[in-house]
């Protein structure tokens, strides 16, 4: 194997690794009573900031044109912001492990808005991987499977709007995209832009910003999360630049089982035997979604 692609393999195990690590960050940030829409806020904006002054200190401003401010606000809101806030609520009510299964649908979800815009071909391999992926989640969430309490279900089910906006985000990504953009002004700007847009929910739907015990536990999942999402996000357009986006799909493959590890390391959650079907069947669903695709979606 050729060094470039040996380093390729690394890059995206590392961002599928280190992604998989923010769902038991997130189940700490809710313990310690962090606003959901303020946390997604801090931890991408902050992100974003890092970079761009990291760009500017190598003399590379962002200097963007509305068409990059157009897709900065647009990805970043629907790549960083929005599921951030929104697997952070879920995460104080669905085990982390099983949260992570919301991960799989991406891809299904992506290939069939991909149809719908015309930026792929219909293949009946589409309405398979959708069906698998339907067949996983109705597996986990059936009272009968007893995996998760009424409640954590109807997080659960409410937490599949974040596959819904990552695919509908990657779809926009092919649509929006400026060209000849570094990979890291695309990170600094999509970050940025994630946490311009999710700013104003925040402020408008609670009192402050911040927890009500500004601890240690508090601060430091902020900047876990902050770390978390400037990696992933960098190493998937250095990724994506150097080896395509059908390459660093095979992120999906790594990121989910790599959330059920931090998940157990984290909190010693034994999810349940069903939960073991559930995902073997979701992957199937990966599998199906991104085989034999010439644009597959991150």
Known sequence: MRRETLENVAMLVAAAVVYGAIFPVNRVAAEAGWPPLAFAFFQTFAGGVAIALWLALRRRPLAPSWRHVVAYLVIGAFAMALPSALLMQAAGH???????????????????????TKLERFRVRALLAVALGFAGVVLIAS????????????????????????AVSNVAASLLRPPDTTSLTMAAGILIGGGLVVLPLALATG???????????????????TAIN????????????????????????????????????????????????????MLAAVATALGGRRTAAG
């Open 94 to 116: 669905v085990p982390a492990t099983l949260l992570t299964l919301v991960l799989s649908l991406s891809p299904v979800l992506t290939l069939l808005f991909a149809i719908l």
């Open 143 to 166: 009272p009968w499977s007893h995996a998760m309490t009424n409640s954590a279900t109807n997080w659960f089910l409410l937490a599949l709007l974040v596959p819904t906006m990552f």
């Open 207 to 225: 009192p402050s910003l911040l927890p009500p015990i500004v601890g240690a536990a508090a601060l430091w999942t902020v900047v876990l999360a």
């Open 230 to 281: 400037a990696v992933t996000i960098t190493l998937f357009f250095v990724v994506v630049r150097r080896a395509g986006p059908t390459f660093f799909s095979l992120f999906n493959y790594v990121a989910l089982p790599a959330g059920v590890l931090w998940s157990i390391l984290a909190f010693g959650e034994l999810p349940p035997p069903v939960f073991w079907l559930a995902l073997a069947i």
